[in-house]
């Protein structure tokens, strides 16, 4: 591992009004005690650390992953929506370097924190198991005109229309995509705070167990929403999955990972490219 010197792991930042006294103990990565070093209302949750978190066995760093987003959603529960760090983010020169900076960010990132409170990140994905292929064939007449000279061509010139046809096809069906994915959301957003196109291929960020042979969704998306919002975010979704062949997964609340704040910078902390983009598992 790459050590470093008195280093903070940092997890989140949390709102810590100075009005109030609210508790928060648990233990992070490796079983390392946590705690919280606040400025003002800006506080930072974190735990010592000598070195940064890098090895080749994709199961240590599963459980990294967990270690971390589960101290994440534990200081939400207690201060309200974090600001979460990318997983491995280590700031050096202990507490004393934690606070000067905390100091120098605490307007805007305080800021950040006041806008994002009562909001949570839920992810949406929609996958229409019907034949797309066959629907749009079916449906395009330049597809409908190809297919019957292919029928009809002799063999080069049929090679030469079949490939024609086939790119004709995989643009129809990313219109297609496209077209279903903007309806989409375009109902939903009324009951959401912020909405990001995620793109229609999975990853393993999502942390869904995923068939090889299984259609990639027409539809991904990160929103932020209230618990009312969320609600009714819900019963849109119901409603989609009501159309026939239509499967709408529903994933939430998480902390804002997608919607975080850039924290990173030059004299800050730094986060190692160790493990996943966001500590997430969702």
């Known amino acids: 591992m790459t050590t470093v010197q008195q280093g903070r792991y940092l997890y989140c930042l949390v709102r810590t009004p100075t009005d109030c006294s609210l508790e ?3 233990t992070g990565i490796e079983d390392e005690p946590v705690s919280v070093t606040s400025v003002g209302e800006l506080g930072a949750v974190v735990h010592a650390c000598e ?3 890098d090895t080749d066995d994709p199961q240590t760093i599963q459980q990294w992953l967990l270690s971390h987003q589960r101290v994440v959603e534990e200081a939400g529960e207690v201060f309200g929506t974090p600001i979460p760090f990318q997983f491995d983010t280590v700031l050096t020169g202990g507490d004393e370097m934690l606070r000067q900076w905390l ?11 006041a806008g994002l409170a009562d909001l949570w990140e839920y992810r949406i994905e ?5 034949d797309a292929h066959a629907e749009v064939a079916a449906d395009d007449k330049k597809l409908i005109s190809l297919q019957a000279q292919i029928d009809e061509a002799a063999s080069g010139t049929a090679y030469l229309l079949e490939q024609q046809y086939d790119r004709q096809l995989a643009e129809r069906l990313r219109e297609r995509r496209t077209q279903q994915a903007r309806a989409v959301a375009d109902r939903i957003a009324p009951h ?8 229609s291929r999975r990853s393993a960020a999502d942390g869904l167990e995923i068939g090889d042979d299984e259609p990639d969704p027409f539809a991904r998306f990160a929103v932020l929403a209230t618990d009312a919002g969320a609600d009714e975010l819900g019963e849109q979704l119901e409603a989609i999955a009501a159309d026939p062949g239509v499967e709408v997964r ?8 997608t919607f975080a704040p850039e924290i990173d910078s030059s004299e800050g902390p730094r986060a190692n490219s160790q493990g996943g983009a966001d500590g997430t598992d969702h």
């Open 103 to 113: 100091t120098a960010e605490a307007d805007r990132l305080t800021t950040e924190l």
């Open 24 to 26: 928060f103990s648990t």
């Open 51 to 53: 070195s940064l978190y």
């Open 192 to 199: 959401v705070s912020a909405l990001e196109s995620l793109g």
């Open 126 to 130: 929609i996958t229409h198991h019907e």
């Open 250 to 257: 529903f994933t939430g609340p998480w902390p804002p990972y």
